[in-house]
């Protein structure tokens, strides 16, 4: 059974730091794309950045460009987020997906993790 479990969100401070993982389980997963969309409440989930098979191919929403980066670790099967800079706007539960593909849209993702909350205070 294939399993998506995040961890490493909280509540941290506008301008603060934080990193967020994913372990995925139950298939490997070294020849798909990873990715992490955000929903803050009342809104659609956005894209925020993926990466693909090769580490060295990564997509970054421009919301974040410049503050997030995508990294994974194919022998753990993990997917991180790092998050500098975090504005209040970043507020929201932020999930990891795999699929064949990657890509910004959420329907190229075929598992998805339960998600993890991110709160940032002012």
């Known amino acids: 059974q294939v399993q998506l479990v995040e961890s490493g969100g909280g509540l941290v401070q506008a301008g603060g730091s934080l990193t967020l993982s994913c372990a995925a389980s139950?298939?490997?997963?070294?020849?798909?794309?990873m990715g992490w969309f955000r929903q803050a409440p009342g809104k659609e989930r956005e894209f925020v950045a993926t990466?693909?098979?090769?580490?060295?191919?990564?997509a970054i929403a421009d919301s974040v460009k410049g503050r997030f980066t995508i990294s994974r670790d194919n022998a753990k099967d993990r997917v991180y987020l790092q998050m500098n800079n975090l504005k209040i706007e970043d507020t929201a539960v932020y999930s990891c997906?795999?699929?064949?593909?990657?890509?910004?849209?959420?329907?190229?993702?075929?598992?998805w993790g339960q998600g993890t909350q991110v709160t940032v205070s002012s």
């Open positions: 997906a795999v699929g064949p593909w990657g890509g910004f849209n959420q329907d190229e993702y075929n598992y």
């Open positions: 139950g298939r490997t997963f070294s020849n798909y794309a």
């Open positions: 990466i693909s098979w090769n580490p060295g191919n990564t």
